[in-house]
């Protein structure tokens, strides 16, 4: 504090002590703040989670956005994150229906894999190498300029692949009735 308001507080610290406040003011304040167990304010309770509660909501938070990812990916697999109906609509189409009859020719010939590994084995290789170049253009469909170019690149690749999968099916088909011939002759 400053000197002067010190020096003033000391020389009249007499006229300060004279007015005190009644005794029933000091009462009456108290009274007016005690309330009753009525109106006492209630003091709210703070909610608590058990561990398990919110273990269970972070697992179903998880699980959603796992859901919510997945259903992300496949969608973007199934087209390579490009809309081939916007490059070209009858490309598209083509690419659709090649897609589905190699997947077909390729289920016939997993069929095989059973009787005959080794030359299963043989086969898959060859398709192996065709699928990869598939995916090598379905990444190039992404970031290639003449987007059309790179997909009718694929739907000749895939029908070459169609047609090696028929090559294929045709020689095993020969190979069983070559077989089927020698033991029906062993008999």
């Not at 610290?13 to 009644?22: I, Q, S």
């Not at 299963?120 to 987007?147: C, H, R, V, W």
């Not at 070459?160 to 077989?179: A, D, G, M, P, R």
Request: glycine residues 4%.
């Amino acid at each position: 504090m400053s000197k002067r308001l010190e020096d003033f507080i000391h020389d009249n610290r007499d006229g300060f002590d004279e007015l005190e406040p009644r005794a029933a003011l000091w009462d009456n304040i108290e009274s007016r703040l005690t309330f009753t167990e009525e109106e006492a304010p209630k003091k709210r309770e703070a909610k608590t989670f058990s561990l398990g509660f919110v273990l269970r909501v972070a697992a179903m938070i998880i699980m959603v956005m796992g859901v919510g990812f997945v259903f992300y990916l496949r969608s973007a697999r199934t087209t390579g994150g490009v809309n081939l109906a916007a490059i070209n609509p009858e490309y598209a189409k083509q690419q659709v229906k090649y897609a589905s009859l190699v997947k077909a020719k390729r289920s016939e010939l997993n069929l095989i894999a059973k009787s005959d590994p080794q030359l299963y084995k043989e086969f898959s290789g060859e398709i192996a190498k065709m699928d990869s170049t598939y995916k090598k253009l379905t990444s190039e469909l992404k970031t290639s300029p003449n987007q059309e170019r790179v997909l009718r690149a694929m739907i000749r690749n895939l029908q070459i692949q169609t047609e090696v999968l028929n090559q294929q099916l045709q020689v095993i088909e020969q190979y069983n009735q070559v077989k089927s011939q020698d033991e029906s002759k062993n008999i």
